[in-house]
């Protein structure tokens, strides 16, 4: 009887033994646990990264010109302001092709061309006012068609 009891309670340096790979074993899957929480983070922490990065490239007023454009815009003159927008296609003259230099803008691509263009149109073709878009708008539509032109 007493050894069977013995038995039961097993080996002393065996029970050591256990605890202590019991103990290990936890320790390496707390370890592995964490590693690949760091992991994460540090998959996230990139991400975070490269998103502002990309935003980044525009300021908050660029952002909201484009925002704008995108919206008004791109149909005609296209997302590049290449006016190659399929709303554009068939008119008489032409969406105009921001890259074009200067001379080639009857307004002008400055601050105060674009402006004037925006709240009075360009009468006899298929630009017509945005004036109802209000001051605010146009000053940042007029910032990202400045942006388009300088090839941006
Ligand atoms: C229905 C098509 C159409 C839409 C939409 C349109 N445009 Fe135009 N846009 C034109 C055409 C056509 C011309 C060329 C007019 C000309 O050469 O007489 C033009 C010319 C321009 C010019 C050049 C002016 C210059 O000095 O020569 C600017 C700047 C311009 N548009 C900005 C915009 C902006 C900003 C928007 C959005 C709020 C917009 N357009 C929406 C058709 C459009």
Not at 83 to 110: F, H, I, M, S, V
């Amino acid at each position: 009887m007493r050894i069977r009891s013995d038995r039961k309670e097993g080996n002393p340096i065996m029970k050591k033994f256990k605890t202590l790979s019991a103990i290990l074993t936890s320790l390496l899957f707390f370890a592995l646990i964490t590693s690949c929480g760091k992991k994460e983070d540090a998959k996230t922490e990139e991400g975070k990264a490269e998103g502002s990065a990309a935003v980044a490239t525009l300021s908050p007023e660029l952002e909201k010109g484009k925002e704008a454009f995108e919206m008004n815009c791109a149909s005609c003159h296209g997302e590049k302001g290449a006016g190659d927008g399929p709303g554009g296609a068939n008119l008489n003259p032409k969406p105009r092709d921001y890259r074009l230099p200067a001379e080639q803008w009857k307004n002008g691509p400055t601050a105060e061309g674009i402006t004037k263009t925006l709240n009075e149109g360009i009468p006899g073709s298929g630009m017509v006012p945005y004036k109802h878009l209000g001051d605010e708008t146009i000053q940042s539509l007029a910032k990202y068609v400045m942006h388009l032109h300088e090839g941006k």
